[in-house]
């Protein structure tokens, strides 16, 4: 039995306060009229009008200028004005992030935990209160995901463009009104994480189930739930997808995309598992995870690495190949404008040092090694989705401050709360699983 | 100095990889083990090196994606400039990303091809070789362990027999 030790207790709280300090610092300072913007323009060096001629939103607002010839002046205005609602996104789009991020997280723990039922793993029985515990945060992260996107379609702030009321003079927003409609949006966003909340409830009460009872009911009907649960998941996932994040950029689209964030988000998911798996080991439980288990998840985390930078990879060059400008929109401020430095950071550490860390089998047997190698992973996964977040929520006017690193602390000090005090909750070793001496005596032959 | 080999049989894995840890603590010198799957833990069992095949292959691999990147900028760019979507530039750098499949599918064509023929070649498996099994039923059933019998046959198969062997034939090798 683990016991969640005051000390980790007293730092978690420590977090989720000094986040909500941060992050009510966040919105207090958002500049409220363009004055406090111009000050801020002049302060700064950076030439944003180059850069904007590249952003997607400003399309819209070019064709205005091309229509009413307006004055410089005007013009000038309306830049501010865009530069406004910039700053104005930056501490809801800090909290987005972090939400999503740390939600995608513990649902992608979630169907790694659910497919090594439906797949009758052996190998993984020793970690499964560790995975369990992990999509415990799933509950807390939906909430405030949920809440995020209720404010968002309240107005309460503009990071979905499509819910603006620029949405009826565009053309394509409203031949994709059908799809993308508050209503629909928010149905489809309840409807989904619901449901997967759902089959978390019963996976983990069946679990502890079989632990106290030890019948073969529990484990017969846990294996249907994860087969059920992937089932729904591989489906509602990918619309899950396109309306948070992809609809973020409403005239851009990629079929691949879904897959993408899936990939970023299980490879961070199996990382997050490691960690808090070695973590656990080096405090002296799961006396029964051996190497070769930490082995067999750092050959995941290579796996899912490389599977993720295909993905990436195929995204890309097709779009770069055909060279259509409704799909380069997506690329320019990533790979050309302000967001290069991040974006070329992001591959090497999502793709070359996992690459040249993990492809050795040594290495993967070495706690210290592959914890390093998960931790560039996890950084990685955080610039991926804060890329693919925002360039469309605040463009060039993005940085990396207070409010940013205060909502990623408030959920990574929830994360350590709600986690530990689940796994607090249920001895460290779930009992009663018919394959559980496979698990113990689970023995990569090499090592 | 007799060059008689003991060959001993065994119908279990589990069984065999004991006999197999026992026969060299007891210092006698394993000359060959026929099984009809691979057994895991029995090379670290019968003190095998590691193989050095992943060398192989990483050479093979590094040959493989030089010569795709010789064969584009030679075909693409050199001796019949291709237009590659719309790009005219010319360049081999600039066009990198359309070529990067091709270096992936000839990195591991290349690795994997040259890296089967080489384990054929280790293993003695060129054309017209003919099986150098000593006994058939090692490749349905059975598993079997050729030891050196050296000047004292009559221990060595006495452990082997202690050790679970169902069946002893005392072979000459030439």
């Given at each position: 039995?683990?016991?969640?030790?005051?000390?980790?207790?007293?730092?978690?709280?420590?977090?989720?306060?000094?986040?909500?300090?941060?992050?009510?610092?966040?919105?207090?300072?958002?500049?409220?009229?363009?004055?406090?913007?111009?000050?801020?323009?002049?302060?700064?060096?950076?030439?944003?009008?180059?850069?904007?001629?590249?952003?997607?939103?400003?399309?819209?607002?070019?064709?205005?200028?091309?229509?009413?010839?307006?004055?410089?002046?005007?013009?000038?205005?309306?830049?501010?004005?865009?530069?406004?609602?910039?700053?104005?996104?930056?501490?809801?789009?800090?909290?987005?992030?972090?939400?999503?991020?740390?939600?995608?997280?513990?649902?992608?723990?979630?169907?790694?935990?659910?497919?090594?039922?439906?797949?009758?793993?052996?190998?993984?029985?020793?970690?499964?209160?560790?995975?369990?515990?992990?999509?415990?945060?799933?509950?807390?992260?939906?909430?405030?995901?949920?809440?995020?996107?209720?404010?968002?379609?309240?107005?309460?702030?503009?990071?979905?463009?499509?819910?603006?009321?620029?949405?009826?003079?565009?053309?394509?927003?409203?031949?994709?009104?059908?799809?993308?409609?508050?209503?629909?949006?928010?149905?489809?966003?309840?409807?989904?994480?619901?449901?997967?909340?759902?089959?978390?409830?019963?996976?983990?009460?069946?679990?502890?189930?079989?632990?106290?009872?030890?019948?073969?009911?529990?484990?017969?009907?846990?294996?249907?739930?994860?087969?059920?649960?992937?089932?729904?998941?591989?489906?509602?996932?990918?619309?899950?997808?396109?309306?948070?994040?992809?609809?973020?950029?409403?005239?851009?689209?990629?079929?691949?995309?879904?897959?993408?964030?899936?990939?970023?988000?299980?490879?961070?998911?199996?990382?997050?598992?490691?960690?808090?798996?070695?973590?656990?080991?080096?405090?002296?439980?799961?006396?029964?995870?051996?190497?070769?288990?930490?082995?067999?998840?750092?050959?995941?985390?290579?796996?899912?690495?490389?599977?993720?930078?295909?993905?990436?990879?195929?995204?890309?060059?097709?779009?770069?190949?055909?060279?259509?400008?409704?799909?380069?929109?997506?690329?320019?401020?990533?790979?050309?404008?302000?967001?290069?430095?991040?974006?070329?950071?992001?591959?090497?550490?999502?793709?070359?040092?996992?690459?040249?860390?993990?492809?050795?089998?040594?290495?993967?047997?070495?706690?210290?090694?592959?914890?390093?190698?998960?931790?560039?992973?996890?950084?990685?996964?955080?610039?991926?989705?804060?890329?693919?977040?925002?360039?469309?929520?605040?463009?060039?006017?993005?940085?990396?401050?207070?409010?940013?690193?205060?909502?990623?602390?408030?959920?990574?000090?929830?994360?350590?709360?709600?986690?530990?005090?689940?796994?607090?909750?249920?001895?460290?070793?779930?009992?009663?699983?018919?394959?559980?001496?496979?698990?113990?005596?689970?023995?990569?032959?090499?090592? | 100095?007799?060059?008689?080999?003991i060959q001993a049989i065994f119908?279990?894995?589990?069984?065999?990889?004991?006999a197999?840890?026992k026969v060299?603590?007891s210092?006698n010198?394993?000359?060959?083990?026929?099984?009809?799957?691979?057994?895991?833990?029995?090379?670290?069992?019968?003190?095998?090196?590691?193989?050095?095949?992943?060398?192989?292959?990483?050479?093979?691999?590094?040959?493989?994606?030089?010569?795709?990147?010789?064969?584009?900028?030679?075909?693409?760019?050199?001796?019949?400039?291709?237009?590659?979507?719309?790009?005219?530039?010319?360049?081999?750098?600039?066009?990198?990303?359309?070529?990067?499949?091709?270096?992936?599918?000839?990195?591991?064509?290349?690795?994997?091809?040259?890296?089967?023929?080489?384990?054929?070649?280790?293993?003695?498996?060129?054309?017209?070789?003919?099986?150098?099994?000593?006994?058939?039923?090692?490749?349905?059933?059975?598993?079997?362990m050729?030891v050196?019998?050296?000047?004292?046959?009559?221990a060595v198969s006495s452990l082997l027999k202690d050790a679970g062997a169902t069946e002893l034939?005392?072979?000459?090798?030439?």
């Amino acid at each position: 039995m683990y016991t969640f030790s005051s000390k980790l207790k007293t730092f978690s709280i420590a977090l989720i306060v000094l986040g909500l300090l941060g992050m009510a610092y966040g919105f207090f300072t958002v500049p409220k009229n363009t004055e406090e913007i111009e000050t801020i323009l002049s302060a700064s060096s950076h030439n944003s009008h180059e850069a904007e001629a590249a952003h997607n939103e400003h399309k819209v607002a070019s064709e205005h200028k091309a229509e009413s010839h307006v004055s410089k002046s005007e013009e000038h205005q309306e830049h501010l004005e865009h530069v406004l609602s910039q700053y104005q996104n930056k501490p809801w789009s800090a909290f987005f992030i972090a939400a999503f991020f740390f939600f995608m997280i513990s649902l992608l723990a979630l169907v790694f935990y659910a497919i090594q039922w439906a797949a009758s793993a052996g190998w993984s029985i020793v970690l499964f209160r560790v995975m369990e515990s992990i999509t415990a945060f799933l509950l807390p992260t939906s909430f405030f995901l949920l809440l995020f996107l209720v404010l968002s379609a309240t107005n309460f702030n503009h990071i979905f463009v499509w819910m603006g009321e620029h949405a009826a003079n565009d053309p394509a927003l409203v031949e994709k009104a059908p799809w993308l409609n508050k209503t629909g949006f928010l149905f489809r966003a309840f409807l989904f994480v619901t449901g997967w909340n759902i089959f978390r409830f019963f996976l983990r009460k069946n679990s502890i189930a079989l632990d106290t009872a030890g019948e073969m009911k529990y484990y017969k009907r846990n294996f249907n739930i994860a087969v059920g649960f992937l089932a729904f998941f591989i489906v509602t996932e990918l619309f899950f997808v396109f309306d948070m994040t992809m609809s973020l950029d409403p005239h851009w689209f990629s079929q691949l995309y879904p897959f993408y964030v899936f990939a970023s988000m299980m490879v961070s998911g199996i990382t997050v598992i490691l960690i808090v798996t070695v973590y656990l080991k080096s405090k002296g439980y799961l006396p029964n995870v051996k190497q070769s288990h930490i082995h067999d998840l750092g050959k995941f985390m290579f796996g899912f690495s490389i599977f993720w930078a295909y993905f990436f990879f195929d995204q890309f060059m097709l779009q770069w190949y055909s060279n259509q400008p409704e799909e380069s929109v997506y690329w320019v401020p990533r790979l050309l404008g302000s967001y290069q430095l991040p974006f070329i950071g992001m591959l090497i550490l999502n793709f070359v040092l996992p690459f040249l860390i993990l492809i050795s089998s040594d290495f993967k047997r070495i706690s210290s090694i592959i914890v390093a190698a998960g931790l560039f992973i996890i950084i990685g996964h955080y610039i991926d989705i804060f890329i693919l977040i925002s360039p469309a929520t605040v463009g060039d006017s993005w940085s990396f401050g207070i409010p940013e690193l205060a909502s990623l602390l408030f959920f990574f000090g929830l994360f350590i709360f709600v986690v530990f005090s689940a796994l607090a909750k249920a001895p460290l070793q779930a009992k009663g699983n018919p394959l559980m001496k496979e698990s113990e005596h689970y023995h990569y032959y090499n090592l | 100095m007799s060059n008689k080999t003991i060959q001993a049989i065994f119908d279990d894995d589990d069984v065999l990889v004991a006999a197999v840890k026992k026969v060299r603590e007891s210092g006698n010198h394993i000359e060959e083990v026929f099984t009809p799957f691979p057994v895991h833990g029995l090379d670290k069992a019968m003190g095998l090196k590691d193989t050095r095949l992943a060398i192989t292959a990483f050479i093979y691999g590094v040959i493989g994606i030089s010569f795709a990147v010789w064969m584009m900028n030679f075909m693409m760019i050199k001796d019949w400039p291709q237009d590659i979507g719309g790009k005219p530039s010319f360049s081999y750098a600039e066009n990198m990303p359309s070529f990067i499949p091709i270096m992936f599918e000839l990195t591991v064509f290349f690795a994997a091809h040259l890296m089967v023929i080489t384990f054929y070649m280790r293993s003695k498996l060129w054309p017209f070789q003919t099986a150098s099994n000593p006994d058939p039923r090692t490749t349905s059933h059975l598993f079997m362990m050729e030891v050196a019998a050296g000047d004292n046959a009559e221990a060595v198969s006495s452990l082997l027999k202690d050790a679970g062997a169902t069946e002893l034939n005392v072979v000459d090798k030439h």
